[in-house]
């Protein structure tokens, strides 16, 4: 099953990375978050992606036209019969990647369907480039077949960015909770669509999570997905270097694979 990968916004909210690279190729442990994302659902057997680029989508494209040289030694053979020569492999040697540029100010529903001319089977799967999950890829499909719905989508329950106070009647703080677990739950990506969900993208400027969810909720054709363990959404710096302190802890709890 196809990987759709959303890679295209400008991340303005982490300007501090983003204005030099989009936030996709921003670094988690030296590997841009792409990469990680990419390896969880490698880990659970889906090695086929269509990256949707478009802020600076160039440097992905090279990121990856540039990757067997970058991760690998090689010998040049200059001359009329030029050619690279590489040596050993890596553990991506199995991934097959379509770049598909889905313009610069493009919403997440257009991205989708500008990128599903790629789609060649009744399923496909969805998530956006900044957040890393140690999320059951597997389950997730299963769940999806189960319901016999056009569309799954991944819920989580966020902990609240601040510390709450309980108070009595009075006023007076009684105990403190350090950024608890909130009661509702959040999308955190990783759908899984039927290519019937294409049909209901209308250009452009259509928000994914906004015409078509919503209608496929109403329809009572959208069922989610409660994922229990981690999520954690990359969307400022200070979530940069949370992630980044994580890995360098060696306490990156979303590194399912082994290799």
């Keep these: 099953m196809k990987v759709m990968i959303l890679c295209g916004g400008m991340g303005t909210r982490m300007r501090e990375e983003t204005e030099f690279k989009p936030k996709p190729l921003v670094d988690i442990g030296g590997k841009p978050i792409l990469w990680h994302i990419m390896k969880t659902y490698a880990h659970h057997g889906h090695r086929q992606f269509i990256l949707c680029v478009g802020y600076k989508g160039e440097m992905i494209k090279e990121y990856f036209l540039h990757y067997e040289a970058m991760q690998r030694d090689f010998t040049v053979h200059l001359g009329e019969r030029h050619r690279v020569e590489y040596h050993g492999a890596h553990a991506e040697n199995s991934f097959e990647i379509t770049l598909a540029d889905t313009g610069q100010n493009t919403m997440t529903g257009g991205r989708v369907g500008r990128a599903g001319r790629y789609i060649d089977d009744d399923l496909f799967m969805v998530t956006y480039g900044d957040g890393v999950a140690d999320i059951d890829i597997s389950k997730v499909v299963a769940f999806h077949k189960s319901h016999g719905k056009l569309a799954t989508m991944s819920a989580h329950r966020p902990t609240s960015r601040f510390g709450i106070m309980n108070l009595d009647d009075r006023g007076r703080v009684e105990d403190f909770l350090e950024k608890p677990q909130m009661d509702g739950w959040a999308n955190m990506g990783y759908f899984v669509f039927h290519k019937k969900v294409l049909d209901l993208i209308d250009g452009d400027d259509c928000i994914l999570e906004r015409g078509p969810l919503e ?13 229990e363990g981690f999520f954690f959404a990359m969307d400022t710096f200070r ?12 306490k990156a709890p979303w590194k399912v694979w082994k290799d």
């Design 215 to 227: 209608t496929l909720a109403a329809k009572g054709e959208l069922v989610a997905y409660r994922h």
């Design 239 to 250: 979530e940069y270097k949370a992630l980044n302190d994580m890995w360098d802890a060696g």
